[in-house]
């Protein structure tokens, strides 16, 4: 709700009215449906390219000394930052708690089944690129997957 309070005053009071709306039906909609961890992906990175990953524990509720019930892998062209992953996946994960373990890169290459995982993330650190390798290996078993720890 924050947003629709940043929306500049020039708007109408019918348009704030409506996007409110909206912003509650998407936010009920998301939540519904990634509310259990069953409708959670392990892996949900881009098709191809290189891009900034990040490794993430969920947790059913606010963690509070409990084992996280999943460790997730995120990775997406569109973010220009690790944080920018971050907060996607909490934002739509939401009610479920999440917890950065750190970060990367990936190059996917479909055409050759091949992904390379390697580098850091300076806001997160180093993702456990050996944890990423399993999840994603689960999910793409045709590809070759190697890790690195060298470039950025």
Do not use: W
């Amino acid at each position: 709700m924050i947003i629709v309070q940043q929306i500049p005053r020039i708007l109408s009071t019918s348009f704030q009215s409506s996007f409110k709306r909206l912003l509650i039906y998407h936010n009920s909609k998301v939540n519904k449906n990634m509310s259990s961890l069953s409708n959670v992906p392990v892996v949900d990175i881009d098709p191809s390219g290189v891009f900034k990953y990040i490794l993430i524990n969920v947790y059913e509720e606010v963690k509070s000394g409990q084992e996280p019930k999943m460790t997730i892998a995120r990775g997406y062209k569109r973010c220009n930052y690790h944080s920018d992953i971050y907060d996607e996946v909490q934002a739509k994960l939401s009610p479920l708690d999440c917890e950065p373990l750190g970060g990367g890169r990936i190059s996917h290459d479909p055409e050759n089944k091949k992904i390379h995982i390697y580098g850091y993330s300076q806001g997160y650190g180093k993702a456990d690129h050996e944890i990423t390798a399993k999840l994603i290996k689960a999910a793409f078993p045709e590809y070759t997957i190697t890790i690195s720890d060298e470039g950025y």
